[in-house]
């Protein structure tokens, strides 16, 4: 049975209930209420993963990531236990063709981009879904699935040995977009323009599989891409998934085909309950897509030489799953400023924690307004993220409530001059703890990885780190002995020296931040600081 996190749960049937998460339905172009059976004991989440062809690119990477937030989303925050399943299609014509031009091994190409694929998503911080599944280890399942589509007649052979499926047999076909089906033509292949193939019959030099043996209507081939999917998905799920994802471009032809053929399969009237299509990925002043035909692409690899991970993440937090992200210069400053500002608020909080910054005592408002903000803030979060998953409203509602916060951390600083920090209230410690250690879940639940590192830093894998610190804890107290020095006597020398000082342990991926007389430090990586 599952957990409880909503505050209402609805049963609209003897085995459904909805609850207050809403999605946006692509059949009726409206949020409807996520949809579960509470007697399952886990919710079914399917990815359509890559065709392992080429490198994977940012295109790709704004897709995983975003449903790695979603689902990171689902399991910590509504606390829905997921299982999820993702594909590797290891067999394709654009897999053949790129073999064949580089003179190797159709396997052996497959293997390395697949491989390279994982790479990137671990270095994106994507979790690894629960079951990885590829199109060569399931072709007698496959071949299964197509013999029943023809066996039950909304499939056929055609004359070279390949077999479609014939749309007009459905009459639900067009559930995620609408399809004006052409009327039967003379063909001798596909009965219908819009009927799509199920079975790709065997070409010399290719490699095939056969039917032989399982299935007589099935001869030497290999599957179509459609059919892959459905196959896949129902030998882990069964006949209904609770999720099925993928990018926007894959919602016609694909998901349709899927949806179709599946629900045929398996006489039921709608195999996937909620569909989750994610926006595309353009580049800035582009209109079109990201895709390796048009040649504008920009691999992971090329990506993360540039930018943190958790930057690109923050980029997908920023807009809305279903929307278009634009990358490029601007969009990257914007999402790296916001993700420094966090980082800030977390330095700040340590440093009032640690008394590093002035406390001083009062009638107590601001520790109350605190709380109050960081009340108000959940409520934001939980009606922002109920509502189609809207991360980047619940970012801005968090942005707010450390603004809040560090006006009270800092109210209480000591300007440069010397001069006595004014009274704003009482100890705000409780409360800053309080916002800190909810913004820092939060955060860690979208897979932001900045906040959760250590403030130490491996040097070559040696446990050199205690060396290094004291090292780094000898500058920083030099420092401030000058700066204390500067601050009495108003030398601007050795207020020059000090900046040069902080300057160079940024270089070093050290950020110092000053408090009134003291001074405080972290480890921090270097992308993410500000020049």
Not at 307 to 317: K, P, V, Y
Not at 432 to 444: H, P, S
């Amino acid at each position: 049975m599952f957990p409880r996190p909503f505050s209402s749960i609805r049963r609209i049937s003897t085995n459904r209930v909805t609850t207050e998460l809403r999605l946006y339905d692509g059949k009726t172009k409206e949020k409807v209420p996520l949809s579960i059976n509470p007697q399952k004991p886990f919710l079914s989440f399917y990815t359509c993963g890559p065709t392992v062809y080429d490198s994977a690119h940012i295109g790709h990477a704004s897709c995983y990531v975003r449903l790695d937030i979603l689902q990171r989303i689902l399991k910590h925050h509504f606390q829905l236990p997921l299982v999820t399943a993702m594909n590797i299609t290891d067999i394709d014509d654009k897999i053949i063709a790129r073999a064949n031009e580089r003179g190797m091994d159709w396997q052996a190409l497959a293997r390395k981009y697949e491989a390279e694929f994982w790479n990137d998503l671990t270095n994106l911080n994507v979790q690894p879904p629960d079951v990885k599944l590829r199109v060569t280890e399931h072709i007698t399942a496959i071949v299964r699935f197509v013999q029943t589509l023809i066996d039950k007649g909304y499939a056929y052979r055609a004359d070279d040995g390949s077999v479609y499926f014939e749309t007009n047999k459905y009459e639900r076909y067009g559930k995620l977009q609408k399809v004006i089906l052409e009327p039967a033509q003379e063909s001798r292949f596909k009965r219908h323009p819009s009927d799509f193939a199920l079975w790709k019959a065997s070409k010399p030099g290719e490699p095939a599989w056969s039917g032989e043996g399982e299935a007589v209507s099935v001869t030497s081939g290999r599957p179509g891409w459609h059919i892959e999917c459905s196959t896949m998905a129902s030998h882990v799920f069964g006949k209904r998934l609770d999720f099925h994802a993928g990018g926007l471009d894959l919602r016609f032809p694909h998901h349709e085909n899927e949806e179709t053929q599946s629900c045929c399969y398996h006489d039921v009237p709608d195999w996937v309950t909620h569909w989750i299509h994610t926006g595309q990925l353009h580049l800035e002043g582009q209109t079109h897509k990201m895709s390796k035909s048009l040649k504008n692409t920009i691999s992971i690899s090329e990506l993360l030489q540039e930018h943190t991970a958790d930057e690109f993440r923050m980029l997908c937090l920023l807009s809305h799953y279903r929307s278009v992200i634009d990358y490029g210069s601007e969009s990257m400053a914007t999402a790296s400023n916001v993700l420094r500002k966090f980082i800030s608020f977390f330095q700040d909080s340590k440093a009032y924690v640690d008394g590093l910054k002035p406390q001083t005592y009062g009638n107590g408002s601001s520790e109350e307004n605190l709380f109050d903000c960081l009340a108000k803030t959940r409520s934001i979060v939980e009606t922002c993220l109920s509502n189609d998953f809207n991360t980047a409203n619940s970012v801005l509602a968090l942005s707010d409530l450390i603004s809040t916060a560090q006006k009270a951390i800092n109210g209480n600083e000591q300007s440069e001059d010397g001069a006595h920090p004014r009274l704003i209230g009482a100890s705000n410690i409780g409360a800053v703890l309080a916002v800190t250690r909810y913004v820092r879940e939060q955060l860690l639940s979208y897979g932001l990885q900045s906040f959760e590192r250590s403030t130490h830093r491996r040097i070559d894998g040696a446990d050199q780190l205690p060396i290094v610190d004291s090292v780094v804890e000898a500058i920083v107290k030099t420092r401030a002995e000058i700066r204390l020095r500067a601050l009495e006597t108003k030398d601007k020398q050795l207020f020059l020296v000090c900046d040069q000082l902080r300057n160079s342990l940024k270089t070093a991926g050290i950020e110092l931040k000053d408090h009134g007389k003291t001074s405080s430090w972290s480890w921090v990586d270097d992308r993410s600081v500000g020049q």
